[in-house]
């Protein structure tokens, strides 16, 4: 069955201008990051997605799957195999459903930037927030290339004030990170129904009012976020497999520079290499000394199978 979550997406002042005139508008954006904007050959520009219903009540007979990380609250999520078994019944404006289902392949550089599978990373992630007891009350977030949402829902269940999530694509925010996090919302609750019958219950004001939903690419987010007002830094930016490809070192650096607060921290989960694509940590940690900025640290190595890191980036001081 088709549906279409609905959400409300402002239209700002001469957004019909805003690709020629957003660099313009924008003040006090580091030259580097600018300059990495504009001269990308394709720039997917920044959508805020607005929550006006629970995307659970749009959805039929959804069976979430849970994952269980020692001790850390139980979260619910969306499993893969429900996009790939119903791609063509979905409202897929971007036809990322159908493109990735075609080519079977889970990136296609561009177009879709992954998101509707949870890769290892993430689940190294939040297997050292389990063994190191990291904290969020009181915290902000960003939950930077998203998917599934699990870091920032994290953050959101253990007392975070504000976490916004930010993916390339805007199928994947619309139909993974937004049902995900209202399949989480209150599910604490002795009198909630299970998950599955939960369809019109999660209307809890907590969700807009301390979370923010964009999709687009780094060149474009960064600019879009310092037009806000007040303009956000977070004390943790989360972001999981997200330095496989090199060309994105730039603006990714940029978002890290510009957005995180001057004490804040980035954890960063990832391999050792992402063969096809040429990332990797090494080039990564290359790149950040040469930028001079960030101090790196590796926090955990994972040695089963392809190697994986867990690192943080703190300024320099």
Request: charged residues 25%.
């Amino acid at each position: 069955m088709a549906f279409s979550f609905n959400f409300d997406i402002p239209l700002s002042a001469g957004e019909a201008n805003d690709k020629e005139n957003t660099i313009d508008q924008i003040k006090d954006v580091d030259l580097k990051c600018l300059e990495s904007r504009s001269t990308s050959s394709k720039i997917k520009e920044t959508i805020e997605h607005k929550v006006s219903i629970d995307p659970l009540s749009q959805m039929e007979n959804f069976v979430p799957e849970t994952i269980s990380i020692g001790s850390l609250p139980p979260l619910l999520y969306l499993n893969e195999s429900v996009f790939e078994e119903t791609s063509l019944d979905r409202e897929d404006t971007e036809e990322i459903l159908a493109k990735t289902s075609a080519q079977h392949s889970d990136l296609i550089s561009g177009v879709y930037e992954g998101g509707l599978k949870i890769w290892e990373c993430t689940y190294d992630l939040l297997n050292y927030i389990d063994d190191e007891g990291v904290t969020f009350k009181g915290k902000r977030v960003l939950d930077l290339g998203c998917g599934a949402g699990l870091l920032g829902i994290l953050a959101l269940k253990n007392g975070a004030t504000r976490v916004d999530f930010q993916d390339y694509n805007s199928t994947v925010i619309e139909q993974l990170t937004l049902p995900n996090v209202f399949l989480n919302c209150d599910e604490e609750d002795n009198n909630s129904p299970p998950p599955s019958k939960r369809k019109a219950f999660c209307t809890s004001p907590t969700i807009p009012d301390h979370c923010g939903f964009f999709s687009g690419d780094w060149g474009s987010f960064l600019p879009f976020m310092k037009n806000k007002t007040p303009e956000p830094k977070y004390d943790i930016i989360f972001t999981s497999e997200t330095i496989y490809n090199t060309d994105y070192y730039a603006s990714l650096h940029c978002v890290f520079s510009d957005l995180l607060d001057e004490s804040g921290i980035v954890y960063l989960a990832t391999k050792s290499h992402y063969f096809g694509v040429g990332g990797g940590l090494h080039l990564f940690e290359k790149f950040v000394d040469q930028e001079n900025l960030f101090k790196i640290k590796n926090l955990k190595e994972i040695n089963q199978g392809l190697k994986r890191h867990v690192v943080s980036l703190t300024f320099k001081k």
